[in-house]
């Protein structure tokens, strides 16, 4: 039995906090604005799409040569819960003027560029762009519009606001003005001292939240709680507490758990831990996979992207994930464990039906394994929206061919948004496999799709829409095999 | 002889025409900047979330709240019995809109009954514990529906005609025939609705406020209360965000966080969630437009007859001047000999619509800028050419004639056309645009060019008027109020310009305050793009008057005459000598010269006839026009703005830094509401796209690539407006009419441009794709 504490420590801008009594689902943002009147952080929309709750959490974390190091990130307050935030930094926008009242030049460009008009997403923004000054000092305006993606405004048209990125990001006076600069050391020494050694237990009556200190414990915790909620980066169930007010009880926070959060490469493939954010994930899946990097700079905006978890993508099955189409299409494995033990599954089969999934009760998505390409293979993924970015997928479309000479060898073919479940072209793919890969052949295998999937009509799309663009990104990617460039680039580079 | 470190300034700080920052540009990036959420509450402050509806049209049988109350936390539940003396809100007093629903549920959503407990969360949970029984009546969802089952009118219609429509169609070369959808708009202000109540003693009530329209909410709470108008006291600083969202739809909540108030003797705060303020709240209409035209072989419109059927969801509200502005800008800026408009204002089982930015306009003109696009498509044509040739003329014209009979006297939109026509190279971008989509298969561009013509004044015209109230006091600080609210579009800023300028003092001796319906009465929404216009005048008068005063104790304190006395930056001129500012007030106090003003300001000429469609509604017109060069993929219908260029008239700016801030932030708004804002509703009748995780506003990287924007420098208004400025709130969400148009020429590039691809709007990529794939069965 693994040692208890009982309460949540974090630093709030320049104070530490040790909250023994919380609430399960409480939110950063009402922590933020009822308990200490910080309210520069604004409620927009409650469900982390709209960005006006923008705060920058800091966190250790280990770097791909094992370095640890301390990371700042733009988050949603409104969907990311107190329990989550044990051992950070959470940074407001309270925190970034001098203590004279002198803006910080992120702050200082927003208002000579004219880049605020009614005011109530711009504390959003500054932390947005806050973020991207700490890191980059020359972003190129794709970097700029990437670090914007989840923030919304109404009233500016963006123009100001990305010049003002641009001048603030030479604006270096020196490094005791910046807050997180001047206090990076001690904050780190201190997050090192707040780290958890043990399970972590608040319960007040029926409330009760559980951080396991690693993957033991969680395996431990869930046995005994087969009905526990799990939560990693909650952009998914934030929504279930905010929107739908549901009571979750207990909740098991996983954040914490380093053993998660590791992503290993091998020969045979990339195993990434459950754990893995979109951002902790993006660069290596976009080394080894064409397309995956894009891909994941379309999930979200930088706060989503964040918080948000592949393992968590997969865990909810939702029809609409983005990750399991091109999971599949990749053949990847999904590892689950029960207490002491683990199985692996193909991903596919993990989403049995609409919102059933092949999970035991106790048991947690550990990991999950996606093969390498080899020599001959092709791959590429395709998100279909009606807004660019930030937007939730119409359909999605992965694909993985061989060929042996001129004629296609195997396909593995899977779409999102077009079934109940992520779910395979196994029509398409027969319709290939063995053809010569030629745009006739396209023609032909494209009918096969109406064997494939009845997608439904929603707000996102017609069924007959779904079903046509799904044949067509099949041209496409056979267009962009033959050297044909065939999509929309806003820019040439990638951010 | 003053000595001041001012002695040499020749210019004061903030003057009329100045690029002043917005006034709470440093609180807004500092996050200091109050919004009504964000004020200290009072001890004992309860929240209040609304009780929905899930019918879009029913009988209510029964309602059990008795879950809802034995939620521990839950103070009182309001049902539309517990209005104390009223159950409604209609702004047009058709007595069609009630607070609370009450026997009959009109749309899905309507709210039924509101909560009001110790904290926001209780509240929003106990709202969702109610049972309540409907009968269900049949729906009328869309336009489409309202039309085939007798089409009820929410108020009445509108016809404009001048000449023979029907004759001259009949008599024309050519004619075609057309409808098109042009979809609603969610506002999406990023500050939801909010409304804080508390209760003074007697009858008295301060209500704070996110509003456009303080006097209308002092109003309505007065009538739900039961107490006259003068026991009511509005206030708003600033608004999150507006758009004409929160113009009238803030009543509800002002008025059952009032009801609360009074009933329990505490404050009452009710800020509704996201979800509940789209759903519950109304929207930009939607339209059917059904347009037949005639034409010669040139492209000379001969005749147009068209008529606008809208949304207007379940109650009249605004839908009135929303639907008649619509006709006010069918011709945008052209001329037609002969033409008849009318509207259907169409009674729906949907939320009552509402004002949105441009209030009908936009609808107005993407339909007439159709009918340019199908008469260039049937004769082969750029629609540029068929555009020139129908432009208004000038006096001696006989083409400057609108379809309300007003003439158009300021016209200045072929200069404006001429001259972004060569700065944004046009026709050479153009040129390369079908040589690029003669060589490739899938990625496909289109380049339109389509102007602004916008009407300026409320059609109703008794609302344009405003006051202000300016005091100085002793130490030469000036306190400004006017009617005008503050919603980011910088009203305050540039009102506060105009003083400055009057006063000739820096403008951070100018304080500018909260509006509120103390101080100043009676005072027409911030709507119409007239803010500044209408308060700025208002504040001049006020400070004509003080002034009037001062000069006349100036020339007497210093034996001179009052062409001897001159406002110069931070002084006054007494004959030779310099006086500061301060010092004088504090001479003209003791002296017992009244140093606070009410001014007002009534806008002169207008004047409006609705029976017989005829008069000058509008006081004067600002132009625009804008190119916009796109991409679309054929395969997938997405797309991408790759440029714009805009020029853009506001006479002479009042501040060119926030014009420059409107039109580009009125152009990506509008180019939303074009391209990838759908409102969704299903068969039920329940609006799907709620949230932003649904519905979807432009983001930074939606915006032009590349995004010129100027304004027409040379311009002023031929009007004496405040500084011979215009308005610039609105006319801007029409320019990207452009970018539908060019998305349409995209399109059309599928079959070799024979074809006008009839884009509805929002042209999402759905309607891109579905669209190429009708013209390739051609």
């Given at each position: 039995m693994?040692?208890?504490?009982?309460?949540?420590?974090?630093?709030l801008?320049?104070?530490?906090?040790?909250l023994?009594e919380?609430?399960p689902?409480?939110?950063l943002l009402?922590?933020?604005?009822l308990?200490?009147?910080?309210t520069?952080?604004?409620e927009?929309?409650a469900?982390?799409?709209?960005g006006?709750?923008?705060?920058?959490?800091?966190r250790?974390?280990?770097?791909?040569?094992?370095?640890e190091g301390?990371?700042y990130?733009?988050?949603?307050?409104?969907?990311?819960?107190?329990?989550?935030?044990?051992?950070?930094?959470?940074v407001?926008?309270?925190?970034?003027?001098?203590k004279?009242g002198?803006?910080?030049?992120?702050?200082?460009a927003?208002v000579d560029?004219?880049?605020?008009?009614?005011?109530?997403?711009?504390?959003?923004?500054?932390?947005?762009?806050y973020?991207?000054?700490?890191?980059?000092?020359n972003p190129?305006r794709?970097?700029?519009?990437?670090?914007?993606?989840?923030?919304l405004?109404?009233?500016?048209?963006?123009?100001p606001?990305?010049?003002?990125?641009?001048?603030?990001a030479?604006?270096?006076?020196?490094?005791?003005?910046?807050?997180?600069?001047?206090?990076?050391?001690?904050?780190?020494?201190?997050l090192?001292?707040?780290?958890?050694?043990?399970?972590?237990?608040?319960?007040?009556?029926?409330?009760?939240l559980?951080?396991?200190?690693?993957?033991t414990d969680?395996?431990?915790?869930?046995?005994?709680?087969?009905?526990?909620t799990?939560?990693?980066?909650?952009?998914d169930?934030?929504?279930?507490v905010?929107?739908?007010m549901?009571?979750?009880?207990?909740?098991?926070?996983?954040?914490?758990?380093?053993?998660?959060?590791?992503?290993?490469?091998?020969?045979a493939?990339?195993?990434?831990?459950?754990?893995?954010?979109?951002?902790?994930?993006?660069?290596?899946?976009?080394?080894?996979?064409p397309?995956?990097?894009?891909?994941?700079?379309?999930i979200?905006?930088d706060?989503?992207?964040?918080?948000?978890?592949?393992g968590g993508?997969?865990?909810?099955?939702?029809?609409?994930g983005d990750?399991?189409?091109p999971?599949?299409?990749?053949?990847?494995?999904?590892?689950?464990?029960?207490?002491?033990?683990?199985?692996?599954l193909?991903?596919?089969?993990?989403?049995?039906?609409?919102?059933r999934?092949?999970?035991k009760?106790?048991?947690?998505v550990?990991?999950?394994?996606?093969?390498?390409?080899?020599?001959?293979?092709?791959?590429?993924?395709?998100?279909?929206t009606?807004?660019?970015?930030?937007?939730?997928?119409?359909?999605?479309?992965a694909?993985?061919?061989?060929?042996?000479?001129?004629?296609v060898k195997?396909?593995r073919?899977?779409?999102g948004?077009?079934?109940?479940?992520?779910k395979?072209?196994k029509?398409?793919?027969?319709?290939?496999i063995?053809?010569?890969?030629?745009e006739?052949?396209?023609?032909?295998?494209q009918?096969?799709f109406?064997a494939d999937?009845?997608?439904?009509?929603?707000?996102?799309?017609?069924?007959?829409?779904?079903?046509?663009?799904?044949k067509?990104?099949?041209?496409?990617f056979?267009?962009?095999?033959?050297?044909?460039?065939?999509?929309?680039?806003?820019?040439e580079?990638?951010? | 002889m003053?000595k001041?470190?001012?002695?040499?300034?020749?210019?004061?700080?903030?003057?009329?025409?100045?690029?002043?920052?917005h006034?709470?540009?440093?609180?807004?990036?500092?996050?200091?900047?109050?919004?009504?959420?964000?004020?200290?509450?009072p001890?004992?402050?309860?929240?209040?979330?609304?009780?929905?509806?899930?019918?879009?049209?029913?009988?209510i049988?029964?309602?059990?709240?008795s879950?809802?109350?034995?939620?521990?936390g839950?103070v009182?539940?309001?049902?539309a019995?517990?209005?104390?003396?009223s159950?409604d809100?209609s702004?047009?007093?058709?007595?069609?809109?009630?607070?609370?629903?009450d026997?009959?549920?009109?749309?899905?959503?309507q709210p039924?009954?509101?909560v009001?407990?110790?904290?926001?969360?209780?509240?929003?949970r106990a709202a969702r514990?109610?049972?309540?029984?409907?009968?269900?009546?049949?729906?009328?969802?869309?336009?489409?529906?309202?039309?085939?089952?007798g089409?009820?009118?929410?108020?009445?219609?509108?016809?404009l005609?001048?000449?023979?429509?029907?004759?001259a169609?009949?008599r024309?070369?050519?004619r075609l025939?057309?409808?098109?959808?042009?979809?609603?708009?969610?506002?999406?202000y990023?500050?939801?609705?909010?409304?804080?109540?508390?209760?003074g003693?007697?009858?008295?009530m301060?209500v704070?406020?996110s509003?456009q329209?303080?006097?209308?909410?002092?109003?309505?709470?007065?009538?739900v209360?039961?107490?006259?108008v003068?026991?009511?006291?509005?206030?708003?600083?600033?608004?999150?965000g507006g758009?004409?969202?929160?113009e009238?739809?803030g009543?509800?909540?002002a008025?059952?966080?009032?009801?609360?108030?009074?009933?329990?003797r505490r404050?009452?705060?009710f800020r509704?969630d996201?979800d509940?303020d789209?759903?519950?709240?109304?929207?930009?209409h939607?339209?059917?437009?059904?347009?037949?035209?005639?034409?010669?072989?040139d492209?000379?419109?001969l005749?147009?007859h068209?008529?606008?059927?809208?949304?207007?969801g379940?109650s009249?509200?605004?839908?009135g001047?929303?639907?008649?502005?619509?006709?006010f800008?069918?011709?945008?800026?052209?001329?037609?000999?002969?033409?008849?408009?009318?509207?259907?204002?169409?009674?729906?089982?949907?939320?009552s619509?509402?004002?949105?930015?441009g209030?009908?306009?936009?609808?107005?003109?993407v339909?007439?800028?159709?009918?340019?696009?199908?008469?260039?498509?049937?004769?082969?044509?750029d629609?540029?050419?068929?555009?020139?040739?129908?432009?208004?003329?000038?006096?001696?014209?006989?083409?400057d004639?609108t379809?309300?009979h007003?003439?158009?006297?300021d016209n200045?939109i072929?200069?404006i056309v001429?001259?972004l026509?060569?700065?944004a190279d046009?026709?050479?971008?153009r040129?390369?645009?079908?040589?690029?989509n003669?060589?490739?298969?899938?990625?496909r561009k289109?380049?339109a060019?389509?102007?602004?013509?916008?009407?300026?004044?409320?059609?109703?015209?008794?609302?344009n008027q405003?006051?202000?109230l300016v005091?100085?006091?002793?130490?030469?600080?000036?306190?400004?109020?006017?009617g005008?609210?503050?919603?980011?579009?910088?009203?305050?800023?540039?009102?506060?310009q105009?003083?400055?300028d009057?006063?000739?003092?820096?403008?951070?001796?100018?304080?500018i305050t909260?509006?509120?319906?103390?101080?100043?009465?009676?005072?027409?929404?911030?709507?119409?793009?007239?803010?500044?216009d209408?308060?700025?005048?208002?504040?001049?008068d006020?400070?004509?008057?003080?002034?009037?005063?001062?000069?006349?104790f100036?020339?007497?304190?210093?034996?001179?005459?009052?062409?001897?006395?001159?406002f110069?930056?931070?002084?006054v001129?007494?004959g030779?000598?310099?006086?500061?500012?301060?010092?004088?007030i504090r001479?003209?106090y003791?002296?017992?010269?009244?140093?606070?003003?009410?001014?007002?300001?009534?806008?002169?000429?207008?004047?409006w006839?609705?029976?017989?469609?005829?008069g000058?509604?509008?006081?004067?017109?600002?132009y625009?026009?804008?190119?916009?060069?796109?991409?679309?993929?054929?395969?997938?219908?997405?797309?991408?703005?790759?440029?714009?260029?805009?020029l853009?008239?506001?006479?002479r700016?009042l501040?060119?830094?926030?014009?420059l801030?409107q039109?580009?932030g009125?152009?990506?708004?509008?180019?939303?509401?074009?391209t990838?804002?759908e409102?969704?509703?299903?068969?039920?009748?329940r609006?799907?796209?709620?949230?932003?995780?649904t519905?979807?506003?432009?983001?930074?990287?939606?915006?032009p690539?590349?995004?010129?924007?100027?304004?027409?420098?040379w311009?002023?208004n031929?009007?004496?407006?405040?500084g011979?400025?215009k308005?610039?709130?609105?006319?801007p969400l029409?320019?990207?009419?452009?970018?539908?148009e060019?998305?349409?020429?995209?399109v059309?590039?599928?079959?070799?441009?024979?074809?006008?691809?009839?884009l509805?709007?929002?042209?999402?990529p759905?309607?891109?794709?579905m669209?190429?794939e009708?013209?390739?069965q051609?």
């Amino acid at each position: 039995m693994a040692q208890e504490s009982g309460s949540i420590r974090f630093i709030l801008n320049d104070t530490e906090v040790a909250l023994s009594e919380v609430a399960p689902t409480a939110t950063l943002l009402d922590y933020l604005r009822l308990e200490h009147r910080l309210t520069g952080t604004k409620e927009g929309c409650a469900e982390g799409d709209c960005g006006a709750c923008t705060v920058l959490v800091g966190r250790l974390v280990r770097d791909g040569r094992g370095e640890e190091g301390l990371v700042y990130e733009s988050v949603n307050a409104c969907i990311r819960f107190i329990g989550s935030l044990n051992a950070t930094h959470v940074v407001t926008v309270e925190h970034l003027a001098a203590k004279d009242g002198t803006l910080h030049p992120v702050q200082q460009a927003m208002v000579d560029f004219h880049g605020s008009q009614c005011g109530f997403c711009t504390p959003g923004f500054v932390m947005s762009l806050y973020g991207l000054w700490l890191t980059n000092d020359n972003p190129s305006r794709a970097a700029i519009e990437k670090a914007l993606q989840g923030n919304l405004c109404r009233c500016t048209g963006y123009e100001p606001i990305i010049r003002a990125a641009e001048a603030a990001a030479r604006e270096r006076p020196s490094a005791l003005f910046d807050p997180i600069t001047r206090t990076r050391e001690a904050v780190t020494a201190r997050l090192e001292a707040l780290r958890q050694t043990e399970t972590i237990v608040i319960s007040k009556g029926e409330d009760c939240l559980i951080l396991p200190v690693d993957a033991t414990d969680l395996a431990r915790v869930l046995a005994e709680h087969p009905d526990a909620t799990i939560v990693a980066g909650s952009t998914d169930v934030g929504l279930w507490v905010t929107k739908q007010m549901r009571s979750l009880n207990p909740v098991i926070f996983i954040g914490g758990i380093a053993e998660l959060q590791r992503i290993e490469s091998s020969e045979a493939g990339l195993t990434i831990g459950a754990g893995v954010s979109y951002t902790a994930a993006r660069d290596a899946l976009s080394a080894a996979y064409p397309t995956l990097g894009c891909l994941i700079d379309r999930i979200g905006g930088d706060q989503i992207r964040n918080m948000g978890t592949i393992g968590g993508n997969i865990a909810n099955g939702s029809p609409i994930g983005d990750s399991p189409p091109p999971l599949i299409a990749l053949g990847a494995t999904v590892t689950l464990r029960l207490k002491d033990s683990t199985r692996s599954l193909p991903l596919e089969d993990f989403f049995i039906a609409y919102g059933r999934q092949d999970r035991k009760p106790g048991e947690f998505v550990e990991s999950v394994f996606v093969p390498a390409l080899h020599a001959g293979q092709h791959f590429a993924a395709y998100k279909v929206t009606k807004r660019r970015d930030e937007d939730i997928s119409a359909l999605l479309g992965a694909f993985r061919i061989s060929l042996d000479g001129d004629r296609v060898k195997t396909a593995r073919i899977a779409f999102g948004g077009m079934a109940a479940t992520p779910k395979r072209a196994k029509a398409v793919e027969a319709a290939l496999i063995g053809q010569p890969w030629t745009e006739d052949t396209i023609r032909k295998a494209q009918a096969a799709f109406e064997a494939d999937y009845q997608p439904i009509t929603d707000w996102r799309a017609t069924a007959a829409y779904r079903l046509l663009a799904a044949k067509n990104l099949l041209m496409r990617f056979f267009l962009e095999s033959t050297g044909e460039i065939v999509q929309l680039q806003r820019f040439e580079e990638v951010a | 002889m003053d000595k001041s470190a001012f002695e040499d300034r020749t210019t004061i700080t903030g003057p009329m025409h100045a690029p002043l920052k917005h006034d709470s540009a440093h609180k807004h990036v500092a996050g200091t900047a109050d919004y009504i959420d964000d004020m200290p509450e009072p001890a004992g402050t309860l929240h209040a979330a609304l009780g929905l509806t899930d019918r879009a049209h029913a009988e209510i049988v029964e309602v059990d709240l008795s879950a809802v109350a034995a939620v521990p936390g839950v103070v009182c539940v309001l049902t539309a019995r517990d209005m104390p003396h009223s159950n409604d809100i209609s702004p047009t007093h058709l007595h069609d809109e009630p607070v609370l629903a009450d026997g009959r549920v009109q749309f899905h959503g309507q709210p039924a009954f509101a909560v009001i407990a110790e904290t926001r969360d209780i509240a929003r949970r106990a709202a969702r514990l109610a049972r309540i029984t409907y009968r269900d009546l049949p729906t009328v969802i869309d336009v489409v529906d309202a039309m085939a089952t007798g089409g009820e009118f929410v108020t009445p219609p509108l016809t404009l005609q001048r000449g023979d429509a029907e004759g001259a169609l009949e008599r024309s070369p050519r004619r075609l025939k057309g409808k098109m959808r042009i979809g609603g708009q969610e506002h999406f202000y990023l500050e939801g609705h909010i409304a804080l109540a508390v209760p003074g003693e007697d009858d008295e009530m301060t209500v704070w406020v996110s509003t456009q329209h303080p006097s209308e909410i002092q109003r309505m709470v007065a009538q739900v209360l039961g107490v006259p108008v003068n026991a009511v006291t509005v206030n708003v600083r600033r608004m999150g965000g507006g758009f004409g969202g929160k113009e009238t739809q803030g009543n509800q909540f002002a008025a059952l966080a009032a009801v609360a108030a009074r009933k329990l003797r505490r404050a009452v705060k009710f800020r509704p969630d996201r979800d509940d303020d789209m759903t519950a709240t109304g929207k930009r209409h939607d339209f059917l437009v059904d347009y037949d035209v005639g034409f010669d072989d040139d492209g000379h419109i001969l005749a147009v007859h068209a008529n606008y059927a809208a949304r207007c969801g379940f109650s009249a509200d605004l839908s009135g001047p929303v639907t008649d502005r619509a006709l006010f800008h069918a011709d945008n800026a052209y001329f037609y000999p002969n033409v008849k408009l009318t509207s259907e204002p169409l009674k729906t089982n949907t939320v009552s619509n509402t004002a949105f930015r441009g209030f009908g306009g936009p609808q107005g003109m993407v339909g007439g800028e159709r009918i340019i696009e199908e008469i260039a498509y049937a004769l082969g044509k750029d629609p540029l050419d068929i555009r020139k040739l129908n432009f208004y003329g000038d006096g001696d014209s006989g083409r400057d004639v609108t379809p309300y009979h007003q003439k158009v006297e300021d016209n200045i939109i072929r200069r404006i056309v001429d001259e972004l026509e060569a700065s944004a190279d046009y026709q050479a971008r153009r040129a390369a645009i079908i040589e690029f989509n003669r060589s490739n298969r899938v990625i496909r561009k289109g380049i339109a060019l389509t102007p602004v013509k916008f009407g300026i004044s409320f059609t109703l015209t008794h609302l344009n008027q405003a006051g202000a109230l300016v005091h100085i006091y002793t130490d030469g600080s000036i306190h400004l109020n006017h009617g005008g609210t503050e919603m980011g579009q910088g009203v305050y800023t540039k009102v506060a310009q105009v003083l400055a300028d009057s006063f000739q003092i820096d403008v951070d001796r100018v304080k500018i305050t909260a509006t509120t319906t103390g101080k100043v009465p009676n005072t027409s929404a911030t709507a119409a793009s007239s803010g500044s216009d209408l308060n700025g005048m208002a504040a001049f008068d006020a400070a004509r008057q003080i002034k009037e005063r001062l000069v006349a104790f100036a020339a007497e304190r210093w034996q001179t005459t009052a062409e001897n006395v001159s406002f110069v930056p931070n002084h006054v001129k007494i004959g030779e000598e310099l006086v500061p500012f301060a010092e004088l007030i504090r001479q003209a106090y003791a002296a017992r010269v009244q140093l606070s003003a009410a001014g007002f300001y009534a806008t002169p000429k207008i004047h409006w006839d609705r029976a017989t469609g005829r008069g000058t509604p509008f006081y004067y017109f600002a132009y625009g026009a804008a190119v916009s060069e796109v991409s679309i993929d054929t395969l997938t219908g997405e797309y991408l703005v790759d440029r714009v260029d805009v020029l853009h008239d506001v006479g002479r700016s009042l501040n060119p830094a926030i014009d420059l801030g409107q039109i580009e932030g009125g152009f990506v708004q509008g180019m939303g509401w074009l391209t990838t804002e759908e409102l969704w509703w299903d068969e039920k009748g329940r609006l799907r796209t709620h949230a932003p995780s649904t519905y979807k506003i432009p983001l930074a990287s939606d915006r032009p690539k590349i995004f010129n924007v100027r304004l027409a420098e040379w311009s002023q208004n031929v009007e004496k407006t405040i500084g011979r400025s215009k308005a610039v709130g609105e006319p801007p969400l029409m320019l990207p009419i452009s970018v539908l148009e060019a998305l349409s020429m995209a399109v059309a590039s599928v079959a070799d441009y024979r074809e006008c691809p009839r884009l509805d709007t929002p042209a999402t990529p759905e309607r891109i794709l579905m669209a190429v794939e009708r013209l390739r069965q051609i």
